[in-house]
C-alpha cells in the first residue's frame, strides 16, 4: 500500500532556530497539507498546497511557517524562527483528485522546541 | 462543513461489536461522512466514506439512515488494537480540506 513518508521522526530545536520537515506525497497525489497536533489536543489544519500553490491557510499558519515542493517529490514545511508553542507532531497528507479514499496522512514528524 | 458531534469516549471488551454515533445536523447534499482513525503518535487513518445507506469494507460498516443527519461506524469484534481515536467528519469544503473534532476516544479492555 502506497504511504506518505516523513522525515525526521524526531527533531529536537532550540528556541529560534529555523527548521525544515520533510514529507514525500504519494506520487500520483496532486493536493498536499500539513497538519499539527499538539500534544493532548486535535489535530489542526495548517496548510493546503495544490498545483505549485497554496490553496489554503489557517490563522495558525503565519509568516513564520512555509511550504515549498522543489522538486515534484519532496514537500516542505519550513519554520523560520521556531517558539516553544511550536513543539508538536506535524503531519503531512496527500490525496488524488478523488477523495473517495480519503486522505493518507504520514507518520508524523515530532517536533520538540528547548 | 458540515458541524458533527460525537461522543467524548467510550469503552468496550475484547469482541464486542461497537458503535459509535455521530450528529450532523446541517449537512449539506452533496456532502459525504467521512471516519478516520487515529493510534497514539501515529497520523490519522481513513477508514471509511460513505453518503447513503450502509457500506461495508474489511474495517468497519458505516451506516447511514434516510435523512444523513446522523451516521454509525460499526466495528465487528475488536480487539485491544483497535484501541484509538475515531474521528467523524463531513463535508466537501474548499479543496475539500479536513477539519478535525475531538473524536471519541475508544478504550478496548481484555
Known amino acids: 500500500e502506497p504511504e506518505v513518508t516523513q522525515t525526521p521522526s524526531h527533531q529536537v530545536t532550540q528556541m529560534g532556530q529555523e527548521v525544515i520537515l520533510r514529507c514525500v506525497p504519494i506520487?500520483?497525489?496532486?493536493?498536499f497539507y500539513w497538519y499539527r497536533q499538539i500534544l493532548g489536543q486535535k489535530v489542526e489544519f495548517l496548510v493546503s498546497?495544490?498545483?505549485?500553490?497554496?490553496?489554503?491557510k489557517s490563522e495558525i499558519f503565519d509568516d513564520q511557517f512555509s511550504v515549498e515542493r522543489p522538486d515534484g517529490s519532496n514537500f516542505t514545511l519550513k519554520i523560520r524562527s521556531t517558539k516553544l508553542e511550536d513543539s508538536a507532531m506535524y503531519f503531512c497528507?496527500?490525496?488524488?483528485?478523488?477523495?473517495?479514499?480519503?486522505?493518507?496522512f504520514g507518520s508524523g514528524t515530532r517536533l520538540t522546541v528547548v | 462543513l458540515a458541524k458533527t458531534t460525537q461522543p467524548i469516549s467510550m469503552d468496550s471488551y475484547e469482541g464486542q461489536e461497537v458503535n459509535i454515533t455521530c450528529s450532523h445536523n446541517?449537512?449539506?447534499?452533496?456532502?459525504?461522512i467521512t471516519w478516520y482513525q487515529q493510534f497514539p503518535s501515529q497520523g490519522p487513518r481513513f477508514i471509511i466514506q460513505?453518503?447513503?445507506t450502509k457500506v461495508t469494507n474489511e474495517v468497519a460498516s458505516l451506516f447511514i439512515p434516510a435523512d444523513r443527519k446522523s451516521s454509525t461506524l460499526s466495528l465487528p469484534r475488536v480487539s485491544l488494537s483497535d484501541t484509538a481515536v475515531y474521528y467523524c467528519?463531513?463535508?466537501?469544503?474548499?479543496?475539500?480540506?479536513?477539519?478535525f473534532g475531538k473524536g471519541t476516544r475508544l478504550h478496548i479492555l481484555p
Open positions: 506520487s500520483n497525489h496532486l493536493y
Open positions: 498546497f495544490y498545483n505549485n500553490e497554496i490553496s489554503e
Open positions: 460513505g453518503y447513503k
Open positions: 446541517n449537512i449539506a447534499t452533496n456532502d459525504y
Open positions: 497528507a496527500s490525496r488524488d483528485l478523488s477523495t473517495l479514499y480519503g486522505y493518507t
Open positions: 467528519l463531513g463535508g466537501r469544503g474548499r479543496d475539500d480540506k479536513i477539519i
